[in-house]
């Protein structure tokens, strides 16, 4: 385009928005509080690293175990996925069912009740079911564990043969899902209690049973929500030190048997038993095993985030 | 396809709240019948007691009849979930499931009846029910795209597509119009015309200019004061309740002179 008259460049001040004092101090915090967080999660990180260093670069021989880190390390991360997994498995799918019934199930009187009793487990420290978990589930579960012996021997997981004790790598898993499943169950309800009525109606309106419902409208909505809650159960899972650490006396075995006395120990467990007694490199290899949790959380973190972003469009969020 | 419903001194009630009293109506198939009044004079309850809906709220429940083609909606043995499968609903603000592509969205229906249809026979469907609502041509190249990602007046044609994807006798719509601009509520009131063919249509609406347009008969509700119980004042032919209603509250509505 052709500019036959140029306007005389009139003196534009620099057109500042204006903005209210009270909204630049708030947008000030708020930034604030959002750098913070990636200040001390970089200082964790930069200390864990700084700190593992010296693991790495010690002759084997020095290190505990007197073999190479990877060996000395392998199995707590080892005994760390398998027990968080187990305890996923168990925790998941009961706290979507328990949350489903308080939501739209149960009556409204008894739903609130429920709902106080699950946000109450959730503050419950975590020695506590590691007291319970070693103290009355183990011996509990003895039965119960010899009987899988008896039937599903044949599965690799259950070959036996059953700890006297019943401190087993199964009784650790189900603690800890007994241990994650109100913070699961907390977020799961959130999330079902905001489906907007709108589409539940709609899926009621087209025929649609409660269950069907459930399916159509509640679940998909709250996919997301169930996610998040369980990678916070799984981060706790993967990061509880005092019930694993009661329960199971760990030895650096690689093994799939949930109910044998051998175990793999978990990295927070053995860091917390090792740490009083360990000096000079011992301490630097405890704190690589902490770095590779902290890792290993990361990347649990993003696989879950993935997994959300993925069908965002479909998310119902636009 | 396409019964009468029938509305035979009937009751509503919340808990122990009597929202709406003694309607008689006769809604004729293939015809659509305009539910017009006030706020809050139980319109919108009779049309969601006619598919069961209100009934999502607990402690709903009606007294005296309601018939589909004579065969009582509230008998024993008489499932909810049967009748809402019968009469589909189409509601205020569009609401398609935002989880489900377009596709899914209007064979969301025929996946509850458990009916398993072929590939063909469920594209055909799809494009039955989308061209049956207008909707076709804008969606035709993207039906795997989420039904949020439309208009709200797209929405609500999708809305309505899945409403008739099942082939219902009866089709409420609780005021489908409300939400959307004028070009898209025309677009509404035309593919109400189209779908009387075939459907015994009921909407509620506030707008009696919409009323006058789409319906064929009108039936007034009103209500004495708050906490009184609504119902039904008049019910005729649209253009009889529009020129010479029979009560003076309603010529008092339609003309503008009251609510």
Redesign the interface.
Same mark, same amino acid.
């Given at each position: 385009m052709s500019a036959p008259t140029t306007t005389p460049a009139t003196a534009t001040p620099s057109t500042k928005p204006v903005r209210q004092l009270g909204d630049r101090i708030f947008a000030g915090s708020a930034t604030g509080a959002g750098v913070l967080i990636l200040i001390v999660l970089a200082g964790v990180a930069v200390f864990l690293i700084a700190q593992a260093i010296p693991a790495f670069t010690a002759s084997p021989e020095e290190l505990p175990g007197g073999r190479n880190l990877a060996v000395y390390i392998g199995p707590l991360v080892f005994g760390t996925l398998l027990s968080a997994l187990i305890a996923l498995l168990i925790a998941t799918p009961l706290a979507v069912a328990v949350a489903l019934f308080i939501t739209h199930y149960a009556p409204?009187r008894l739903a609130q009740g429920l709902g106080y009793v699950v946000d109450l487990l959730a503050a419950v420290p975590s020695i506590v079911y590691g007291l319970w978990g070693v103290a009355v589930l183990a011996p509990a579960s003895l039965p119960f564990m010899t009987r899988l012996q008896d039937y599903l021997g044949w599965i690799p997981l259950f070959a036996g043969p059953v700890s006297a004790t019943g401190r087993t790598m199964l009784v650790v898993g189900v603690t800890l899902a007994v241990m994650i499943l109100p913070i699961i169950t907390a977020v799961s309800r959130e999330v079902f209690l905001q489906t907007?009525k709108?589409?539940? /109606?709609?899926?009621? +309106?087209?025929?649609?049973?409660r269950w069907?419902m459930i399916r159509?409208?509640v679940l998909?909505?709250g996919?997301s929500g169930i996610i998040s809650g369980a990678m916070l159960g799984l981060g706790r899972a993967l990061g509880e030190t005092m019930a694993v650490a009661i329960i199971l006396s760990g030895s650096g075995i690689v093994t799939f048997n949930l109910i044998s006395s051998s175990n793999p120990s978990s990295i927070a467990a053995n860091i917390a038993l090792q740490f009083p007694d360990s000096t000079g490199v011992a301490v630097n290899t405890l704190i690589a095993s902490g770095l590779v949790l902290f890792v290993i959380t990361l990347l649990v973190n993003s696989i879950a985030r993935w997994i959300i972003n993925r069908?965002r /469009?479909?998310?119902? +969020?636009? | 396809m396409s019964k009468a419903v029938t509305a035979k001194n009937l009751n509503i009630y919340y808990g122990s709240f009597l929202a709406v009293e003694g309607v008689d109506m006769e809604i004729k198939p293939k015809t659509v019948t305009a539910l017009i009044g006030p706020s809050g004079c139980g319109k919108s309850t009779f049309l969601r007691s006619i598919n069961r809906m209100h009934e999502v709220i607990p402690g709903a429940r009606v007294e005296g009849k309601l018939e589909l083609d004579g065969r009582d909606l509230y008998g024993s043995g008489v499932d909810p979930v049967g009748v809402r499968r019968q009469i589909g609903m189409v509601f205020q603000r569009p609401n398609p499931f935002p989880t489900m592509s377009i596709y899914e969205n209007v064979i969301a229906g025929q996946r509850l009846n458990n009916k398993r249809a072929g590939k063909k026979a469920t594209d055909e469907l799809v494009e039955r029910s989308l061209r049956g609502a207008n909707l076709w041509n804008e969606v035709k190249d993207r039906l795997d795209k989420p039904g949020s990602s439309l208009s709200g007046g797209q929405q609500q044609r999708l809305c309505i597509a899945r409403a008739i994807a099942v082939q219902p006798d009866v089709l409420l719509m609780d005021e489908p119009c409300s939400a959307l601009d004028p070009i898209s509520t025309l677009a509404i009131e035309d593919l109400i015309n189209e779908l009387k063919t075939d459907y015994t249509i009921v909407i509620v609406t506030h707008n009696m200019q919409q009323a006058a347009r789409v319906s064929d008969f009108t039936g007034f509700f009103n209500i004495e004061g708050t906490g009184k119980p609504g119902h039904l004042v008049e019910m005729d032919e649209t253009k009889t309740i529009f020129s010479q209603p029979k009560q003076k509250a309603t010529e008092d509505y339609v003309s503008g002179r009251f609510g």
């Open positions: 409204r907007p709108l589409h539940e /109606e709609a899926a009621l +309106a087209l025929g649609a049973t069907e159509m409208a998909p909505f996919r069908r /469009e479909f998310s119902g +969020a636009n | -």
